[in-house]
């Protein structure tokens, strides 16, 4: 049994350690200021309301480079709804959620892995 510490890139037995290291749950029908509601999140900053369906997530602190992984999901809202992830750079990702058209989404939730 390996074990695990945190605030580091390894285990203890030189394997990676591969984390969550950016997270958001938010409200993108709403618009305050620019940005969408955000209901909990970690390393995130903000979440900048671009146009309907388009959001940018911006991290709290950078990361050393853009090859990083995004999962991101849409919540109740309606059927068929995909949140895609696009334009990844150090300091934010944007992401789209649509149906046949852009369209907002009550819930949207983004993950990013590094």
């Known amino acids: 049994m390996s074990t695990v510490k945190f605030n580091t890139w390894q285990n203890t037995d030189g394997t990676e350690n591969y984390k969550c290291r950016a997270w958001v749950n938010f409200d993108g029908t709403t618009n305050t200021g620019g940005n ?27 990361f050393t480079d853009a090859n990083y992984a995004v999962a991101s999901t849409t919540g109740e809202g309606g059927a068929n709804r995909i949140a895609t992830a696009r334009t990844y750079t150090t300091s934010s990702v944007d992401i789209r959620v649509y149906t046949t058209a852009f369209v907002d989404n009550e819930i949207v939730c983004v993950a990013v892995f590094r």
């Open 36 to 62: 969408c509601d955000i209901r909990g999140s970690g390393n995130v900053s903000s979440v900048t309301d671009n146009n309907t369906g388009s959001y940018t997530v911006n991290f709290s602190t950078a």
